[in-house]
């Protein structure tokens, strides 16, 4: 057992009072205080030997009072760190300190973070607080606050179940319940003799609403034997029925980075609110987001995380959107790797460096397609973004209206930090959700580009709080744009025109053709924004009344969060490890056909591009 073997390991005046799992992580429990102070190069060592996360924790009865550590702690730390909020967690014998600054909470080389430990016995654990409140951080933050005692239990019972005995792998196989041939309702089953593990699970986009779901019918799925959920990113289309497991009684963990978890929180408690609305019945309630954020484990990028006895997990960056990753999935000790791209971008842009593709080893791929055919190349990003400002400022130059229809989540943070470098001078509009998902975006710097990092960090220079952007929460804002002749820049959602605040602008500014509707983002098969670009001037609202579009209309292709097929095509030419399996999915037929038939012309591997119910074994 690997418990004992660490204990073995340790030096014999360590005093460990308990030795508990957090998940992967091997957490040890001391009462000596000399020891809690300097035994990191001690731990390295056996780190090392063993190949687990650990970490030394003081014991309860070493702890200093939670009143004076407070005070101790915010007369230690400078001003200038800002800190919102400081609590306690007992039961993982940790402080949690909230600031605007967490670089000043740690202090050069870490020396604040090690005084504060030192003198205290708590283990810090420093959080960014966002620069514009954020609702959604804040709930997550306090549930998970107030759900640690179950937290612990629940992370202590799944690393006994990740360290029990590792029987042989026989075989692996994966199952393609829902994105294959199609973009939406992404869903991988993926298994051993002993593990079972979903990678995505979302809702169809489109038109294809009669069958939302993945097939989560089939024999080989069961919510009572998964073993555990991997996210790779935050879009509905892969996370969107993930509350809908948690619901039916799913109670593993689900593996994502932290902007992931609050931005699928976010999208998902609004598809909720647009049922409400609509008076359709959603397909959960707020209780299973509350179960999903509650059994939520979120490594750091590059952190190898052990998820089953014998599956090896690392996230790391995908380019496509905050928190997006990529999914390197070690299966054995040694035997095979798998990578799941979720959605990528393989190419700088202002948010995010292009997708990792540094892996040790890889032998089989399961890439997206949605710009899987030759014909599909993307105008330079540069040429791109000058288009959005031209564009916009011949439509406020004649006292127009810009209408960007924008996912929340992604697309609609890119659109804001092009015109915070732009000279153009009018309001910019923040509807609802782009709103509060661009708070989310200034928690999270770490998972941004170097260049948003720097950004961000100077206030003066940070894109999400330039004095132009205007947040619209309530229908009394929305009504003053609605009223005011004022030309102005309007972001809002939904991206594919599928209902949303968007259609009440288009009600409004539609029929005058100084407007101006800017689509930048993928528009689905079946959607009225893909009709729009089509060519069809008539647009149906929620109410059955048609109006008409004789507003200018302009697409934008080169602002894709997606690769297009040269990007596809170079990131596999540029995995450190060339694969012997390449699969397609996240296109519609034609695409995942013919990315699967390019790609095996020009790399002379085996490709395929599965349909939705196709088993395929790796080895
Ligand atoms: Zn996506
Ligand atoms: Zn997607």
């Known amino acids: 057992?690997?418990?004992?073997?660490?204990?073995?390991?340790?030096?014999?005046?360590?005093?460990?009072?308990?030795?508990?799992?957090?998940?992967?992580?091997?957490?040890?429990?001391?009462?000596?205080?000399?020891?809690?102070?300097?035994?990191?190069?001690?731990?390295?060592?056996?780190?090392?030997?063993?190949k687990k996360r650990i970490e030394v924790r003081a014991d309860p009865s070493l702890i200093v009072g939670e009143e004076e550590t407070e005070e101790f702690i915010r007369n230690s730390?400078?001003?200038?760190?800002?800190?919102?909020?400081?609590?306690?967690?007992?039961?993982?014998?940790?402080?949690?300190?909230?600031?605007?600054?967490?670089?000043?909470?740690?202090?050069k080389s870490g020396e604040t973070l090690n005084l504060i430990k030192e003198k205290t016995f708590w283990t810090p654990d420093i959080k960014r607080a966002p620069v514009i409140d954020s609702e959604i951080i804040k709930?997550?933050?306090?549930?998970?606050?107030?759900?640690?005692d179950y937290r612990k239990k629940f992370l202590n019972k799944l690393g006994e179940k990740?360290?029990?005995?590792?029987?042989?792998?026989?075989?692996?196989?994966?199952?393609?319940?829902?994105?294959?041939?199609?973009?939406g309702r992404s869903c991988i089953l993926l298994q051993t003799p002993q593990s079972r593990v979903l990678?995505?699970?979302?809702?169809?986009?489109?038109?294809?609403?009669?069958?939302?779901?993945?097939?989560?019918?089939?024999?080989?799925?069961?919510?009572?034997?998964?073993?555990?959920?991997?996210?790779?990113?935050?879009?509905?289309?892969?996370?969107?029925?993930?509350?809908?497991?948690?619901?039916?009684?799913?109670?593993?963990?689900?593996?994502?980075?932290?902007?992931?978890?609050?931005?699928?929180a976010l999208l998902q408690l609004d598809y909720i609110q647009i049922c409400h609305r609509e008076n359709r019945k959603p397909f959960y309630t707020s209780k299973g987001i509350e179960e999903m954020i509650k059994h939520c484990v979120t490594p750091e990028y590059g952190e190898v995380t052990d998820i089953t006895p014998d599956m090896r997990l690392t996230l790391q960056n995908a380019g496509h959107l905050l928190g997006s990753s990529v999914v390197h999935v070690?299966?054995?000790?040694?035997?095979?790797?798998?990578?799941?791209?979720?959605?990528?971008?393989?190419?700088?842009?202002?948010?995010?460096?292009?997708?990792?593709?540094?892996?040790?080893?890889?032998?089989?791929?399961?890439?997206?397609?949605?710009?899987?055919?030759?014909?599909?190349?993307?105008?330079?990003?540069?040429?791109?973004?000058?288009?959005l400002l031209d564009s916009s400022r011949r439509c406020l130059a004649r006292g127009g209206k810009v209408i960007i229809p924008t996912f929340a989540v992604g697309r609609g943070q890119d659109v804001i930090t092009i015109f915070a470098d732009s000279d153009i001078d009018a309001a910019i509009y923040l509807d609802g959700m782009v709103w509060d998902a661009t708070a989310i975006h200034t928690a999270y710097p770490e998972f941004m580009s170097k260049y948003m990092q720097t950004r961000i960090l100077h206030r003066s220079k940070n894109p999400f709080i330039d004095p132009r952007l205007r947040g619209i929460g309530s229908q009394k804002e929305r009504e003053k744009v609605l009223q005011?002749?004022?030309?102005?820049?309007?972001?809002?959602?939904?991206?594919?025109?599928?209902?949303?605040?968007?259609?009440?602008?288009?009600?409004?500014?539609?029929?005058?053709?100084?407007?101006?509707?800017?689509?930048?983002?993928?528009?689905?098969?079946?959607?009225?924004?893909?009709?729009?670009?089509?060519?069809?001037?008539?647009?149906?609202?929620?109410?059955?009344?048609?109006?008409?579009?004789?507003?200018?209309?302009?697409t934008?292709?080169?602002?894709?969060?997606?690769?297009?097929?040269?990007?596809?095509?170079?990131?596999?030419?540029?995995?450190?490890?060339?694969?012997?399996?390449?699969?397609?999915?996240?296109?519609?037929a034609a695409r995942c056909v013919s990315l699967a038939r390019a790609v095996h012309k020009a790399f002379k591997v085996e490709t395929l591009a599965p349909k939705n119910l196709e088993t395929i074994r790796l080895r």
């Not at 001003?79 to 949690?96: H, L, N």
């Not at 709930?139 to 640690?148: A, D, G, T, Y």
């Not at 990740?162 to 973009?183: M, P």
């Not at 029929?511 to 729009?532: C, H, W």
Request: glycine letters at 8%; charged letters at 25%.
């Open 162 to 183: 990740i360290y029990s005995e590792s029987k042989e792998v026989e075989w692996i196989r994966l199952t393609a319940l829902g994105g294959f041939r199609e973009v």
């Open 330 to 387: 070690h299966i054995g000790d040694g035997l095979y790797n798998l990578l799941y791209t979720g959605d990528v971008k393989f190419e700088p842009t202002r948010m995010f460096e292009p997708t990792s593709h540094d892996f040790t080893r890889v032998e089989a791929v399961i890439i997206e397609s949605t710009y899987g055919s030759e014909e599909s190349v993307h105008q330079p990003r540069q040429e791109a973004e000058r288009t």
């Open 484 to 554: 005011s002749s004022e030309p102005a820049v309007i972001l809002t959602t939904s991206g594919m025109l599928q209902g949303g605040p968007i259609m009440e602008y288009l009600k409004e500014f539609s029929s005058d053709a100084k407007n101006m509707l800017v689509f930048v983002g993928y528009q689905a098969e079946g959607t009225p924004g893909r009709r729009i670009q089509k060519g069809w001037k008539q647009i149906q609202l929620e109410n059955g009344r048609v109006i008409d579009l004789n507003l200018e209309i302009v």
């Open 1 to 50: 057992m690997i418990l004992d073997e660490i204990k073995q390991e340790l030096p014999k005046d360590a005093m460990i009072t308990e030795v508990i799992y957090e998940g992967s992580e091997i957490i040890l429990y001391t009462e000596n205080k000399d020891f809690f102070r300097k035994c990191t190069p001690e731990i390295k060592r056996i780190v090392n030997k063993v």
């Open 199 to 264: 990678m995505d699970c979302g809702f169809a986009t489109g038109s294809g609403l009669s069958k939302p779901f993945p097939y989560l019918d089939v024999s080989e799925f069961n919510i009572q034997t998964l073993d555990a959920v991997i996210l790779s990113h935050a879009h509905s289309d892969h996370s969107g029925v993930v509350p809908f497991l948690y619901e039916f009684g799913f109670r593993g963990p689900l593996y994502c980075t932290r902007p992931t978890r609050d931005l699928a």
């Open 77 to 107: 730390v400078p001003k200038d760190a800002v800190i919102k909020d400081i609590y306690f967690e007992p039961e993982f014998a940790k402080v949690v300190i909230h600031a605007e600054k967490p670089g000043l909470v740690i202090g």
């Open 139 to 148: 709930s997550i933050r306090k549930m998970l606050h107030n759900e640690v």
């Open 556 to 588: 934008i292709e080169g602002l894709s969060g997606h690769s297009d097929f040269m990007q596809l095509m170079n990131y596999i030419s540029h995995l450190s490890s060339r694969p012997k399996k390449i699969m397609v999915n996240h296109g519609d």
